[in-house]
């Protein structure tokens, strides 16, 4: 089943119509496309940068925080509760997202986009040059273009379902002045 029928399942089972929701939920996500983008623009926030190493690998990384406008083309609000993402550029794996929401702190109302709360970015240095001197040196010179693969977890009437999410072509715009 494709997402529509996630969403169908958990609305049903928001509405008291089914006896099992998380478990028709869960096994309605098995794949499918959704056909329509959900994310729009992303901020990534300059003046948040940091820096880290990997415990298990000692490998060197940069933090930030961004934001992601995400829409909601259903009819039904949702609840954003976790998004685990890979962001690729020029064919690289190239920036991590993992972030998990409180039912209710990334709300997306029926038919809307809404700003996500700052997502914790991780940006590997020294693993592709797309990632290092690509990356870096065309979002310092304006908006880019990247793919993301994504893990979503929403919720809706309190009932969660998680799906995988592949979208290319996402607008990243820097920001050097503001936090989110």
């Known amino acids: 089943m494709n997402f529509y029928a996630v969403l169908a399942a958990a609305t049903a089972a928001a509405i008291g119509v089914l006896s099992s929701p998380v478990a028709v939920a869960a096994q309605a996500c098995t794949g499918g496309s959704l056909g329509v983008p959900l994310f729009s623009n992303s901020t990534t926030y300059f003046n948040t ?3 880290g190493v990997d415990p298990a690998t000692g490998a060197p990384f940069l933090t930030f925080l961004a934001t992601i406008t995400a829409a909601n083309p259903f009819d ?51 693993t592709a040059p797309q990632c290092d001197a690509d990356l870096i040196s065309d979002l ?3 908006p880019i273009k990247v793919d993301t693969s994504s893990t979503l977890t ?9 799906f995988k999410y592949n979208q290319d072509g996402v607008q990243i715009t820097p920001d050097f002045e503001n936090t989110p």
């Open 49 to 51: 940068l940091g820096q």
């Open 76 to 126: 039904v609000p949702v609840s954003v509760v976790a998004v685990s993402s890979a962001v690729s550029y020029k064919g690289a794996k190239c920036i991590t997202i993992d972030a998990s929401f409180a039912d209710g702190a990334f709300p997306i109302a029926a038919n809307s986009a809404s700003l996500s709360p700052p997502l914790p970015s991780k940006l590997p240095v020294g």
């Open 140 to 142: 310092l010179a304006g």
């Open 154 to 162: 929403i919720s809706v009437g309190g009932n969660r379902a998680s």
